[in-house]
């Protein structure tokens, strides 16, 4: 009898979603990386980038899986909230005059809403989605929290730039469980034009390396 190879079918699924695209601008998820070497390099040989292995790969394409569950759970969350409130606008590419000087871009969950006595809905930020593992998810409780992982960290800057982008005082990151998704946690801060501006200096000083052809010394 022949033997199933589950892992060999599993890896030649995940083979055909891992596609590398050129990367012609900063990516607003990336820019509170602090090397900027590693920022020039995503730009400068994204093609010569070591391809993401299956687990992290498995990763992603859960969390894209997953996207549309959480949307719709999300949904239903706000609509059965007092006073209600909604996510919209989502996937929306940022398109500021300032984010393209400085050769930024990215695209937004959306913009979180409430809704007044009189039923007008008030936009009160933008607002981004993330899901975590279970232990992660545990030890991520406040703004100051996120700094604990390189990952999380980079959210910060992520919603600051997409609120600077949208002019919008309030960033708000939307935390779920992964292993359970009605187990959601709301963290809200302000934009810090201090930090926004370490941001821009950031992406400034690669497009100057990018330009140049040659990787920053930072």
């Known amino acids: 009898m022949a033997e199933i190879d589950l892992k060999a079918s599993l890896s030649a699924v995940l083979a055909g979603k891992k596609k590398r695209y050129p990367q012609h601008v900063n990516r607003i998820s990336a820019l509170d990386d602090p090397c900027l070497r590693r920022l020039y390099y995503m730009r400068h040989d994204w093609d010569k980038a070591k391809e993401t292995d299956?687990?992290?790969?498995?990763?992603?394409?859960?969390?894209?899986?997953?996207?549309?569950?959480?949307?719709?759970?999300?949904s239903e969350v706000g609509m059965a909230a007092s006073p209600r409130w909604r996510i919209v606008g989502?996937?929306?590419?940022t398109n500021d005059a300032l984010l393209k000087e400085y050769q930024i871009s990215g695209m937004i969950d959306g913009f979180l809403q409430v809704q007044e006595d009189d039923s007008r809905w008030t936009t009160l930020g933008v607002v981004d989605i993330k899901t975590m593992g279970q232990n992660v998810y545990a030890r991520v409780q406040s703004y100051e929290d996120?700094?604990?992982?390189p990952w999380t960290r980079r959210y910060r800057g992520q919603v600051m730039l997409y609120a600077l982008?949208?002019?919008v005082e309030m960033c708000y990151l939307l935390l779920v469980n992964k292993q359970n998704l009605y187990d959601m946690?709301?963290?809200?801060?302000?934009?810090d034009m201090g930090y926004c501006e370490e941001l821009l200096g950031k992406a400034k000083a690669v497009n100057e390396a990018i330009e140049l052809g040659e990787a920053p010394a930072g």
């Open 146 to 149: 996120l700094a604990r992982y």
């Open 90 to 93: 989502s996937q929306t590419p």
């Open 185 to 191: 946690r709301l963290i809200q801060f302000p934009v």
């Open 165 to 167: 982008a949208h002019n």
């Open 54 to 74: 299956d687990g992290l790969a498995g990763i992603f394409e859960t969390g894209n899986l997953l996207e549309p569950v959480i949307e719709r759970i999300v």
